[in-house]
């Protein structure tokens, strides 16, 4: 059974910080893995989505790398600011099940 | 375009009470799954319908249901509320059914609260 998880659970930087957050998944055989933005009572922001066969995705500030092999993605945001703030979920999608999502990591960039 | 429309997007049940929730896909997709969210569990999938059919469901009792109609707009009902289903719940679309290969990405609603006295 696929488990994803996010480790920190929250993250607190000073805004200017370059951080990384991080996903690792416990089956490989993914189609794909997206990483969505919440803000607090809101829905999700799709941001990046990587495919299995992709190292790497970029989108302004946020670059997103897979290693599926080895189960992890991180997200990385460059020259954070406090409207970065949020939470960040990543969602592993595979064959015939529902995206599987981690708890995210909630992160606070203060000014 | 639009986004996803979910409606309400806030309520109040008590114990007992039954509850019905709409979603509105974005125009031309055609899978909608429903996810529910709480502090403690995080995102948890109910069920994804596809085409008017339930193609896929999670791990939630009976009470828990859900249907699709022609133009793809769906609802869920949760019947004899508990506390336990307070919850964000949330509904996202797409043009594929989940779990295909492919480039498929979800697009969220903004969530219904639901507060169960």
């Known amino acids: 059974k696929q488990e994803v998880t996010q480790i920190p659970a929250a993250l607190s930087v000073p805004e200017g910080e370059n951080l990384v957050l991080n996903c690792s998944f416990t089956?490989?055989?993914?189609?794909?893995l997206q990483w969505f933005r919440q803000d607090p009572g809101k829905g999700l922001t799709s941001l990046l989505l990587?495919?299995?066969?992709?190292r790497e995705q970029t989108s302004g500030r946020l670059n997103a790398s897979l290693d599926k092999s080895s189960g992890r993605s991180t997200l990385y945001i460059a020259a954070s600011q406090p409207g970065d703030s949020a939470t960040y979920l990543c969602?592993?999608?595979?064959?015939?099940?529902?995206?599987?999502f981690g708890k995210g990591t909630t992160l606070s960039v203060s000014s | 375009k639009a986004g996803v429309t979910q409606t309400p997007r806030y309520l109040i049940k008590t114990r007992g009470q039954q509850v019905t929730l709409s979603c509105s896909p974005i125009?031309?997709?055609?899978?909608v799954s429903w996810y529910q969210q709480t502090p403690g569990q995080g995102l948890q999938f109910l069920f994804e319908?596809?085409?008017?059919?339930?193609?896929n469901k999670g791990n939630f009792p009976g009470r828990f249901s859900g249907r699709q109609f022609s133009n793809s707009r769906s609802e869920m009902n949760v019947s004899t509320l508990e506390l336990g289903d307070s919850a964000l719940y949330l509904c996202?679309?797409?043009?594929?059914?989940?779990?295909?290969?492919?480039?498929?990405?979800?697009?969220f609603g903004a969530g219904s609260r639901l507060t169960v006295l």
């Open positions: 089956d490989s055989a993914i189609y794909n």
């Open positions: 990587i495919q299995s066969s992709q």
């Open positions: 319908y596809f085409s008017e059919t339930q193609r």
């Open positions: 996202a679309s797409s043009l594929a059914r989940a779990g295909s290969s492919g480039a498929n990405v979800l697009t």
């Open positions: 125009s031309g997709h055609r899978s």
């Open positions: 969602a592993v999608n595979q064959a015939g099940t529902a995206l599987i």
